[in-house]
């Protein structure tokens, strides 16, 4: 085999090992479909994951009562703009999980109630979209 034949058959060799690569959106999904975050289900677990963290920080706020009655309907919702995926509503839940008890005191504050980054699924803007000013 000629020197110039091995050059090009290395050069196509790197390109296929290097050249190989994830396509857009595989990354950090592990093949799954992107499939959007049920509502209700949502709802349901935030719930239960809010009422957890209620008692074991020992929060007493009227979301964290809410939280922890069966009765007492969730408060969860986004705009009907919104479409979160499934794997938003996990990395949320993740990070309610991992929250220190001061973070949590915040999410559930009767005052002002804050929400971790990870929950942020959609900037609450009216559904004409944002006005002049606020972005």
Not at 10 to 21: E, I, P, Q, R, Y
Not at 24 to 42: E, R, W
Not at 71 to 91: F, I, K
Not at 102 to 109: H, N, T
Request: proline share 7%.
């Amino acid at each position: 085999m000629s020197v110039r034949r091995r050059e090009l058959a290395l050069c196509a060799v790197l390109a296929l090992v290097f050249g190989a690569a994830p396509t857009v959106g595989d990354v950090g999904s592990c093949g799954d479909q992107a499939s959007s975050l049920d509502l209700a289900t949502f709802r349901a677990e935030r719930k239960a994951v809010d009422c957890a963290r209620c008692t074991q920080c020992g929060l007493t706020t009227s979301a964290c009562a809410a939280a922890c009655n069966p009765r007492a309907p969730s408060t969860v919702s986004w705009p009907s703009t919104c479409y979160p995926l499934q794997h938003d509503g996990v990395v949320c839940i993740d990070a309610l999980e991992a929250a220190s008890c001061a973070d949590y005191a915040s999410y559930v504050s009767d005052d002002a109630p804050t929400l971790p980054t990870e929950c942020d699924f959609c900037h609450l803007f009216p559904e004409t979209g944002p006005g002049v000013g606020d972005l």
